[in-house]
């Protein structure tokens, strides 16, 4: 992709360094639906995972690269052979794939983690380079931990890697500790210093660490870098990554300062932040810049007056340029289908017929049992919907019969995609506690919950609720979650999404084992 005077590219790793962070990490049909709403967004770049972490990880890149047509799908890969070539298979199938190797060149992590002089990370990331053309003609290299590096001798990795082949290069501020000013003095000085950086894209990778993320990238970009990795809702290791929808919108809304632009189809932000949200369990601050609750609400009598004459006295953006819908009470149980679709897709999602049908049943029932119906509880059905994984366990019924002072008693009947019908019950001491007991008598798969969690996902006294779950099982975490008007009905079906996940990755391991190069990729990946 050659560098654009007036345009920034926009590089996603959600699926990558936003997965990292704990408790984010993703299924391989989670992770194809947040590529598939990152295609749709707009982005130039998805960076769907790091191959050689492991089995699972080259399956989901190998599945984006399959499946998701438009972006450039990259992988990472440190500079060996063994992991550029497992990258190279990995991405084979995309039309525009990008290797993305890297290697830290800060001499904290020349002393304490590589064990390496200066020449020898100048010789390794020459080779890593050079390996990766071999396989690929878009190569980003991305020297770790660069924002610690001496200025000279970043300038001569970054001059080297670029003699190479390089086509992108990126600086990282690895752990968040740059400043605006520092960052970028540091772009300038490359700019100076190393010859032909103007025939490359210049990318900034930053972390939240003092809060700066956003900054950073911002400030990089007008000292002359055209590419901005980040995260959406900016999650990532340890304070998260630098926050897409937020860099997008400043370079948008300050467009006159900036004179850029992106290719991000901003309405598509506030859908796209919410998808992520519900499938990393990692809910959104309401003071969240862009696409927080908050963002767009106004209270104080001083700012409600303002924006009743003018709306620009207190809001830089419109709700409406990020997805945000402006009316909440909008349908209830006497509203038709095709008003429904029309609200769906004005809440930025689309569904095909049998979803749209099977959500819309779902919206009847939930209409008659709540008195108002508001924007959230269509996007959590919807995100329900696109979200449901199929069985093998399904809850058919769950009655709970629970007393001050007493044990409560929970009868669960639960169905399963060969046929059976196994009904239970058990004590527990709550309601949520028999529940459990109930589903694990029936399925026999009894996970040790490690975290539970419950959110309202809209308002009013007859809100929905959000039962979110961690469990551990066989020296794994998993992640379940469900909404309901019920709460209880919401805890037991968050534990059966669990059972059903460790069910089918018991299923995925079997055929894993069965395949004949699954033993020299889980050897190579190491």
């Known amino acids: 992709m050659t560098p654009t005077p007036d345009r ?19 299924t391989q049909p989670e992770k194809l639906r947040v590529a598939r709403a990152l295609a749709d967004l707009g982005v130039d770049v998805i960076e769907a995972g790091f191959p050689a972490a492991s089995r699972g990880d080259w399956e989901a890149v190998n599945a984006v690269a399959r499946e998701v047509q438009g ?31 890297f290697l830290a060149t800060s001499a904290i ?5 590589l064990n390496m002089a200066q020449e020898e990370i100048i010789r390794r990331a020459v080779e890593g380079v050079r390996i990766a053309r071999e396989h690929c003609d878009d190569v980003e290299f991305s020297p770790e931990d660069a924002s610690r590096t001496e200025l000279d001798f970043l300038a001569q990795v970054v001059q080297a890697v670029i003699d190479a082949g390089a086509t992108t290069i990126n600086i990282p501020d690895t752990v968040g500790y740059t400043v605006p000013d520092e960052f970028g003095e540091l772009f300038r000085y490359l700019r100076k210093q190393v010859r032909g950086i103007d025939k490359v894209t210049l990318s900034v990778h930053c972390h939240d660490d003092l809060g700066m993320a956003v900054a950073n990238s911002l400030t990089a970009v007008v000292a002359g870098a055209r590419q901005i990795e980040c995260t959406i809702n900016g999650i990532g290791e340890r304070a998260g990554n630098c926050s897409l929808e937020e860099v997008v919108m400043a370079i948008a809304t300050r467009q006159q300062f900036f004179n850029l632009r992106t290719g991000v189809n901003s309405s598509r932000l506030y859908p796209t932040s919410r998808l992520v949200s519900n499938i990393t369990g990692m809910p959104i601050p309401r003071n969240k810049a862009v696409v927080g609750e908050n963002a767009f609400a106004h209270e104080s009598g001083i700012h409600q007056h303002g924006m009743l ?37 004005e809440l930025g999602f689309e569904l095909d017929e049998l ?13 008659d049992r709540k008195k108002e119906l508001f924007d959230g509880d269509i996007e959590a059905l919807v995100l329900k919907a696109e979200g449901s994984a199929a ?25 399963h995609t060969d046929g059976r ?26 996970a040790t919950v490690r ?53 089918l990755s018991a299923r995925n391991a079997g055929r894993t084992e069965r395949r004949e190069d699954a033993a020299r990729i889980a050897t190579s990946a190491v």
Not at 89 to 101: F, M, N, Q, T
Not at 109 to 113: A, F, T, V
Not at 318 to 337: A, C, I, M
């Open 391 to 415: 069985g093998p366990w399904t809850l058919s019924h769950l009655d709970v019969e629970a007393h001050s002072g007493a044990q409560a008693i929970a009868t669960a009947r639960l169905t």
């Open 8 to 26: 920034v590219l926009i590089f996603d790793t959600t699926l990558r360094d936003g997965e990292q962070s704990p408790g984010c990490s993703m």
């Open 451 to 503: 975290k539970f969690e419950v959110h309202a996902v809209t308002i009013g006294e007859d809100a929905q609720g959000e039962a979110i779950l961690y469990a551990d099982y066989n020296g794994r975490s998993y992640r379940g979650s469900s909404i309901s008007t019920n709460i209880v009905e919401a805890a037991g079906k968050a534990l059966l999404e669990v059972i059903n996940r460790i069910e």
């Open 421 to 446: 019908v196994l009904e239970r019950q058990a004590q527990g001491d709550g309601p949520v506690d028999a529940a459990y007991k109930a589903i694990v008598l029936a399925t026999g798969v009894a």
């Open 109 to 113: 992590h020349r002393q304490y983690k």
């Open 355 to 367: 979803e749209l049908n099977r959500v819309f049943e779902e919206f009847k029932g939930l209409a």
């Open 309 to 345: 004459k003018n709306r620009s006295t207190y809001e830089i953006m419109r709700p409406e340029d990020v997805g945000l819908s402006r009316s909440n009470l909008v349908l209830g149980k006497h509203s038709g289908r095709h008003a429904f679709r029309e609200r769906v897709r």
């Open 71 to 101: 972006p450039v799908i990259a992988g990472l890969a440190r500079c060996t052979r063994e992991d550029i070539e497992l990258a190279a298979k990995a991405l084979k199938d995309a039309p525009r794939h990008r290797i993305h190797v």
